[in-house]
Each structure stands twice: as structure tokens, then as C-alpha cells.
């Protein structure tokens, strides 16, 4: 069983940056794909960017390209998100999910964090 636990979500003001962090309970995470999705209030939970597990395959959604960036650290089995040039549409909860599959939906991943509100004022 994989848990995921997010943080470095919060209040920031319109055009600020938050890199919001996700780390895995087990070893395996080195050999999975990881995503992260957001859920808006009244939304269904949309992807935003995903990596492979060596880091050698990046998707984006197109309302988060040249603005979030995906990364890893399989070492610390943790996984990134930059977000800059936030904009208050950006506010959502925000998770982390792990899969042997990766990709854009969210039934490709089998473990989800518990979320993370970011919360972007203008």
C-alpha cells in the first residue's frame, strides 16, 4: 500500500508562485508514474501534469503549460510541483496520485493524497 501525503499549498496573491510537494510512504514509488490532479468546487478533479517514473516522460494540461512543472526525487520518494503565475482559476484542491500506468485520468492511478487547497487570491 503506497499513502501519499501533500503539502505546500496555502494563500497567495495572483501572479505568486507555490511548489507544492507530495511524499510516498513506500520504496516502490520509485517504479511508478505520478500525477497530479486539482478539484474546484463544484468541478470534476482535472489533470495537470504527470511524470514517468525515471522522469524521462512529462504531460501537462494545456492550462498549466510554460506556468507548473513536474518533477521528482526518487531518492527522497517525492515528487514536485512548481506553480508560478498562478491565477485565481488555479484555485482548486490539489493531489497527488501514484500508478503503474500513469497518464490523464484519473482512474489510471491507483493512490491518491489526501489533498492540498491552494487557494490563489486576485
Known amino acids: 500500500q503506497v499513502q501519499l501525503v501533500e503539502s505546500g499549498g496555502g494563500l497567495v496573491q495572483a501572479g505568486g508562485s507555490l511548489r507544492l510537494s507530495c511524499v510516498a510512504s513506500e520504496r516502490t514509488f520509485s517504479t511508478n508514474s505520478m500525477g497530479w490532479f486539482r478539484q474546484a468546487p463544484g468541478k470534476e478533479r482535472e489533470f495537470v501534469g504527470s511524470i514517468t517514473w525515471n ?22 520518494n517525492t515528487v514536485y510541483l512548481q506553480m508560478n503565475s498562478l491565477k485565481p482559476e488555479d484555485t482548486a484542491v490539489y493531489y497527488c496520485a501514484a500508478g503503474s500506468i500513469g497518464g490523464r485520468r484519473p482512474y489510471d492511478y491507483n493512490y491518491w493524497g489526501q489533498g492540498t487547497q491552494v487557494t490563489v487570491s486576485s
Do not use: I
Open 55 to 76: 522522469g524521462g516522460n512529462l504531460n501537462y494540461a494545456d492550462f498549466v503549460k510554460g506556468r507548473f512543472t513536474v518533477s521528482r526525487d526518487n531518492a527522497q
